[in-house]
């Protein structure tokens, strides 16, 4: 799956509106700040902060 750049660079993160990096395998995005990762289900993004997925130190 490809991810459309113009959607990699209008997507923040919801909670603190930072910057988010695509996951190597292309299944989610990822808030360094709020250390968080936002799936991505049947190719759309999820972007809602109670589905976020909370990431390890």
Known sequence: MSIDKELLEILVCP???GDLELTPEEDGFICRNCKLKYPIRDGI???LIEEAIKLKD
Do not use: R, S
């Open 15 to 17: 909670k603190c509106k």
């Open 45 to 47: 993004p999820v972007m």
